[in-house]
């Protein structure tokens, strides 16, 4: 029997649809995901099979990937797991790797793959929605094949929303969510880790053509103009 979502709130924002969709649909993630074929699971009284619809969603800090997905998990009914937020969790849980893991984001460098990994793999079991928004994942190479091999699949859709880096450093500098990394000298570190580990997994994704890159700069609703169309177009969404 698979734990809802909502239960992992707030970490993980369902809409609405999202919810009647994981009333709909019960698949069995483990064996879909590790063999890209559906497999039938009762789930109540129904009888569903689902392909898991994957999109990553990427960018630096501040460029609106989590403001932007909760508009997009509300719209197109997908559930939203933030790879950031998974982390922070655990660091409250008193998990064996909560000082590892606040270490490393204090010095804006990533958390080993393993780690988030299994946190996104237990998240992703946990839920009867298919089609899931990773938010801030992959952040690096490791990431992107940790993914890969644990998890067994690739992403149907990659977003990369592309900010200027003074507009990226002003946005975090007002978040005002009281993180340990939002001050000035830890975005440096962030933005430098950003180019040099982050990018070359939105180069991978732009040359496998699974990358929608989305200009980052403007108002929120004009910025989701911009993602609804990537969504509009696919099949699976509608
Ligand atoms: N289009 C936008 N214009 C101005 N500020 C924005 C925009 N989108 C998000 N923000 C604000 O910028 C900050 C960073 O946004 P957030 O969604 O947390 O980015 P990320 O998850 O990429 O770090 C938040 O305070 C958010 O309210
Ligand atoms: N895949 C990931 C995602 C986040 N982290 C760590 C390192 C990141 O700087 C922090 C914060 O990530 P988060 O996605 O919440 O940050 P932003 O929303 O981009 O500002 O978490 C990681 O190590 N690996
Ligand atoms: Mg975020």
């Not at 053509?209 to 969404?237: P, W, Y």
């Given at each position: 029997?698979?734990?809802?979502?909502?239960?992992?709130?707030?970490?993980?924002?369902?809409s609405?649809?999202?919810?009647?969709?994981?009333?709909?649909?019960?698949?069995?993630?483990?064996?879909?995901?590790?063999t890209?074929?559906?497999?039938?699971?009762?789930?109540?009284?129904?009888?569903?099979?689902?392909?898991?619809?994957?999109?990553?969603?990427?960018?630096?800090?501040?460029?609106?990937?989590?403001?932007?997905?909760?508009?997009?998990?509300?719209?197109?009914?997908?559930?939203?797991?933030?790879?950031?937020d998974?982390?922070?969790?655990?660091?409250?849980?008193?998990?064996?790797?909560?000082?590892?893991?606040?270490?490393?984001?204090?010095?804006?460098?990533?958390?080993?793959?393993?780690?988030?990994?299994?946190?996104?793999k237990?998240?992703?079991?946990?839920?009867?929605?298919?089609?899931?928004?990773?938010?801030?994942?992959?952040?690096?190479?490791?990431?992107?094949?940790?993914?890969?091999?644990?998890?067994?699949?690739?992403?149907?859709?990659?977003?990369?929303?592309?900010?200027?880096?003074?507009?990226?450093?002003?946005?975090?500098?007002?978040?005002?969510?009281?993180?340990?990394?939002?001050?000035?000298?830890?975005?440096?570190k962030?933005?430098?880790?950003?180019?040099?580990?982050?990018?070359?997994?939105?180069?991978?994704?732009?040359?496998?053509?699974?990358?929608?890159?989305?200009?980052?700069?403007?108002?929120?609703?004009?910025?989701?103009?911009?993602?609804?169309?990537?969504?509009?177009?696919?099949?699976?969404?509608?």
């Open positions: 029997m698979w734990k809802r979502m909502a239960s992992l709130s707030p970490l993980v924002s369902s609405k649809s999202t919810l009647l969709n994981q009333a709909a649909y019960g698949f069995n993630i483990r064996k879909s995901l590790s890209g074929i559906s497999t039938p699971v009762k789930h109540g009284t129904m009888l569903k099979e689902k392909t898991p619809f994957i999109t990553f969603v990427l960018g630096g800090p501040g460029s609106g990937k989590g403001t932007q997905c909760i508009k997009i998990a509300q719209t197109f009914g997908f559930t939203h797991l933030s790879a950031g998974l982390l922070r969790r655990e660091i409250l849980s008193n998990s064996e790797y909560g000082t590892m893991i606040l270490d490393t984001i204090k010095e804006g460098r990533i958390v080993p793959s393993e780690v988030t990994v299994k946190l996104i237990k998240t992703i079991e946990s839920s009867d929605n298919y089609k899931f928004l990773i938010d801030g994942f992959p952040r690096s190479e490791e990431n992107r094949i940790a993914f890969e091999h644990i998890i067994g699949v690739e992403p149907n859709v990659v977003l990369f929303f592309d900010c200027p880096e003074e507009e990226m450093v002003k946005r975090v500098l007002n978040r005002n969510e009281g993180r340990v990394d939002d001050n000035i000298d830890t975005i440096k962030r933005l430098k880790v950003f180019s040099s580990l982050n990018l070359p997994v939105v180069n991978y994704y732009s040359k496998r053509g699974k990358l929608h890159t989305i200009n980052a700069v403007g108002t929120v609703d004009e910025i989701f103009e911009q993602v609804r169309a990537v969504f509009s177009v696919c099949e699976a969404m509608k």
